[in-house]
């Protein structure tokens, strides 16, 4: 639409390019945001993770290049589609159906991630001892938790702060719960 305009078009309006614009912006953010946001950085994030805690300074860059390298391919596909079909291909995969089947496969791969993520780093046990009688002390964390089912304590952590999330509670009050818990629970000896 702009190129007919600027080759002198006189249906075209500033205002309708704007409202257009406006329009799609929306829809199409939507999708960007959860294939980069939800799927593509998570992914990336957790692969080049364990590289960077064994120190090597590659898994920094190497993340950032594959993400960048990655999302320009997306952008530029999308922006020669764009220009190629026009207005057509945007009506077409409107129609079609097509985002919302992108959205829910984002979705779940975003599920998956997040679960991966939990199992490897989220971390809680307990360092409470209870006195069985002539001087033996049970620990809670390695004879009970860790035996009946190993990661239990993380596993309910994050069910928790799910909970809450659906509850209403924002971020930053789920973020502070969670420090002054873990800074108490830490002081107290009840957290290892």
Do not use: H
């Amino acid at each position: 639409m702009e190129e007919k305009r600027a080759q002198g078009s006189q249906e075209i309006t500033r205002n309708t390019i704007t409202s257009i614009k406006s329009g799609l912006m929306g829809p199409l953010a939507g999708i960007g945001d959860t294939i980069d946001g939800g799927v593509v950085t998570p992914l990336l994030l957790t692969l080049f993770i364990g590289i960077t805690n064994t120190g090597n300074i590659m898994g920094v860059i190497g993340c950032i290049i594959v993400e960048a390298l990655f999302m320009w391919t997306i952008y530029w596909q999308s922006y020669k589609l764009g220009y190629e079909k026009g207005s057509d291909a945007i009506v077409t995969i409107m129609e079609s159906g097509l985002i919302n089947q992108l959205i829910l496969g984002a979705s779940i791969m975003g599920c998956l991630v997040l679960g991966g993520l939990v199992g490897n780093y989220v971390t809680l046990g307990l360092k409470l001892m209870v006195p069985v009688g002539g001087g033996v002390m049970f620990n809670i964390q390695e004879q009970l938790f860790d035996v009946i089912l190993p990661g239990a304590l993380p596993l309910l952590l994050t069910l928790g702060t799910y909970k809450l999330v659906k509850k209403g509670w924002s971020s930053v009050n789920i973020i502070i719960l969670v420090a002054v818990v873990g800074l108490a629970g830490r002081l107290l000896g009840i957290f290892a």
